[in-house]
């Protein structure tokens, strides 16, 4: 994992948060953890790369409305 990573990845909302290795480790994660957690990181960005667009597109609106509210676990759909 870069170390000193600071610019978002491609696609990234331009409100999310980027944590470098170092800031993990010293919000308290192990060397272990902050490697593994680089790996879900790849993982999921290999999956969105398989992806069409269309289905990108149907996530996204699908995240908006977790984010809305306007669908989740409180019952309301």
């Known amino acids: 994992m870069d170390q000193?990573?600071?610019?978002?990845?491609?696609g990234a909302s331009p409100d999310a948060?980027?944590?470098?290795?170092a800031?993990?480790?010293e919000?308290?994660?192990t060397a272990e953890e902050?490697?593994?957690?680089?790996?879900v990181r790849q993982s999921r960005h290999r999956r969105e790369?398989?992806?069409s667009?269309?289905?990108v597109q149907r996530l996204q609106f699908l995240r908006w409305l977790i984010e809305q509210r306007r669908v989740g676990?409180?019952?309301t759909s």
């Open 4 to 10: 000193h990573r600071t610019v978002p990845e491609a």
């Open 17 to 21: 948060t980027v944590l470098t290795g």
């Open 23 to 25: 800031d993990l480790c």
């Open 27 to 29: 919000l308290g994660f």
């Open 34 to 39: 902050v490697a593994q957690l680089s790996t």
């Open 49 to 51: 790369l398989d992806l």
């Open 53 to 55: 667009g269309s289905e």
């Open 73 to 75: 676990e409180d019952g």
